[in-house]
DNA sequence: TTTAAATCCTAGTAATTCAATAGGAAATTG
DNA sequence: CAATTTCCTATTGAATTACTAGGATTTAAA
């Protein structure tokens, strides 16, 4: 399961992207996306940080991507908001650390488990770009219209 | 990330696994996992609920697994302990529930991406057996004793 | 039938994480 | 300078996590 925060960074990335990377201020992501006001702020704060988007302040400021859509994925922006992907960290690259009370990595069934689940799972996670959940969205949008 | 308790479940179950099945009681699988005992009893509480395992009280009672060890997946275990396996409960199947601020399951990017995370995930965790990580466990501490 | 050994059941608790909110400082533009 | 917007610090209430405590109940063997 991943957090709320997650979700709500998700969102704000795909209008983002939607919106074809034009410069956004935080008040209107949050209107479009449903995401309360200063919750964002700290979830936008975060993304800059790692740099997935851009700020500028004061007034007509606003954000960003900080990459092409095509070069954010989905896996990039749930590891900066809630951590590694793996089920566990002995079994994560980006967050590896071993069991306190390991008695062997290369013996251990249940990191042997989690390891085949992080793959599986970053490959669907770090495969799925910003420009593929845009797209996906217009395209249904447009297709509802359209009935 | 799974929580400890989940770990500790499928420390015990593949325990109970490659002891083939069985009686063991509290005690030595605490032991022999290196699980705190009343954490592990409460565990066990659950795992029974659910039909995973059955208990005997009194002298001499104790655990066994209540299937057979190519029946139970590891899928079996975290959904009993940590709940459902998909990253939104909107794209699960075993715990589906609507996101409240929801606008069209049909257009959102991203419980489209949750799904295919959902199926990638549970491609890996509902086809690994506690026969599968037992034997991986006896076939790796074999090896390892050979050298 | 007592007694020792187990599981079962109810409660509680300390620490952490989650999901925000509040208030103002700093920067930018017109 | 004034309005707007991001940035920063801090707090808070609720839920979850990771356990622990203590005893009730059941069972088998002595």
Redesign the interface.
Known sequence: ??SNKA?YA??AM?ILARHHSKKMQANAIAEEG?IPYKFLEAILAELKNRGLVISKRGAFGGYVLGEEPEEIT?GDILRVID??I????CASVSGYQP?D?CE?E?????R???M??RI??S???DQ?TLK???K??RG??ES?FDE
């Open positions: 399961m991943i979700k998700l969102k795909t449903q989905a951590g590694p793996a089920p566990l960290r069991c009370d062997g290369e013996i251990c069934a249940i042997n488990v989690m085949d689940a599986a799972l490959n669907v996670l799925k593929d959940m845009a996906f969205e249904r949008k509802i």
